[in-house]
């Protein structure tokens, strides 16, 4: 990894039913790809309950440690839907009803249906901005560094599509990616050495099994395109030193 | 959620790969079912980088906050392996050579494969025991109440099988999940009514859309099976009354 300071972000998931096991999490890999394509780097996510106390204390932690952080579930019209207010008083402001997010549910739903539950959707914390989501109406938003979205994926990812834009990113992170039937064991020991010589690339090792096939999966990763090209150059020869052929490489996560 | 003392766990998820949203992490879902299923509840759950910094500060942070830690990932034979180095430095004890973890390698590879790297594999902390492995040898180990296990997930789940009964556990966590066709902002206030009744029972509400079909399951979760019953009987109930049908319910996470 590039030695330029980098800028981090952790995601914080909300919800019982990912520690449950009921729902399986898909927002931290797709947050993670699409914040590394404007250039911010998911360095820690979380996934917590719906125990404000827990909501709190986890938010006041990674907002002041990471450049950015995005939370994922519990805003939505029900009485499990504690987010907002645990993030207004992690910011020690009162909970407010947003005008303008009110507007919003009015023409979203038929006269009569927003009642108090779907008002609760209005409510942000005070001097909190709007994120504006083209699905169902109901924004999210952002206060300090923390943006806050929901845990349907669907919204989620429409909401985050529309302020990505802002965030100020440093440099992409590029990677490549190099598969060979070989076993990761059997070529450790030169992969370190390769390590070894590019402190700033960063060499992941993923060995594969199943469906007749084995091998390893090297993952390469740095924002410097120089250094990608000549590190993945050595992979393929040590890759060819043992008796192995280096796969087409792909680029991407 | 019954209020006697519960049986907690943390789940510590180590790769760069799935902070990248190259990888999707399935250990959390598996090991959230498969410990609530001996009594175990996950409370939390953190996904870090190949770092040894953040490695040892969040193990010693979250063993001394849960009653266990299972980490997953980081303890195959490669330099990005570095978990049991670090959950070594975590309890401040020496990297030992385990003479059991080496007979089980020079057992699983042929004469001259078992190299440096792959022994490497064979390396606890002092005063860990072996979690054997039924697919691969290589075992994963416990120190203290750390559980310390790979993150290819067939193999995780091998032996998380082979110890599971070790552990501890309280009050299996009994579920039920009823499904009806209204919009979960409609049934909002009447279930938070029925909430407010049910201290000792946990109630989700999770909206879905989707392929011409939506609605919202609601999950009753608690240690009581009558008060499980009796909270889903008024959920049913209330679902009539606002003109819907309740599904058929399961069972499960």
Do not use: W
């Not at 998911?42 to 440690?65: L, S, Y």
């Not at 919204?155 to 598969?179: C, E, P, Y």
């Amino acid at each position: 990894m590039s030695h330029e300071k980098a800028v981090t972000a952790c995601v914080v998931v909300i919800g019982n039913e990912i520690l449950s096991g009921r729902t399986q999490d898909a927002n931290l890999s797709y947050l993670a790809l699409a914040l590394n394509s404007v250039g911010v780097r998911v360095r820690e996510a979380r996934v917590i309950p719906d125990d404000p106390d827990t909501i709190i204390a986890t938010v006041n932690e990674v907002r002041a440690k990471f450049d950015y952080v995005f939370t994922t579930g519990g805003i939505g019209p029900t009485h499990d839907d504690i987010t907002s207010l645990c993030i207004a008083r992690a910011f020690g402001v009162p909970l407010i009803l947003h005008p303008e997010a009110k507007a919003l549910l009015e023409m979203h739903y038929r006269q009569g249906e927003l009642n108090e539950a779907r008002l609760r959707m209005a409510h942000v914390p005070e001097g909190a901005e709007l994120l504006l989501n083209p699905v169902s109406r109901a924004p999210g938003f952002r206060i300090g560094n923390v943006f806050v979205l929901p845990g349907v994926p669907l919204v989620m990812q429409a909401i985050f599509d529309g302020f990505k834009h802002i965030l100020a990113g440093g440099k992409t992170v590029l990677s490549r990616s190099i598969t060979c039937a070989l076993l990761e064991g059997r070529i450790a020991a030169d992969l370190g050495t390769i390590q070894d010589g590019y402190p700033c690339v960063e060499i992941g090792s993923y060995p594969f099994f199943g469906q007749g096939a084995y091998g390893t999966c090297l993952v390469l990763r740095t924002t410097d395109q120089a250094l990608l090209d000549a590190a993945a150059a050595e992979v393929r020869a040590m890759i060819r030193k043992h008796g192995g052929e280096p796969s087409p490489e792909n680029t991407g996560a």
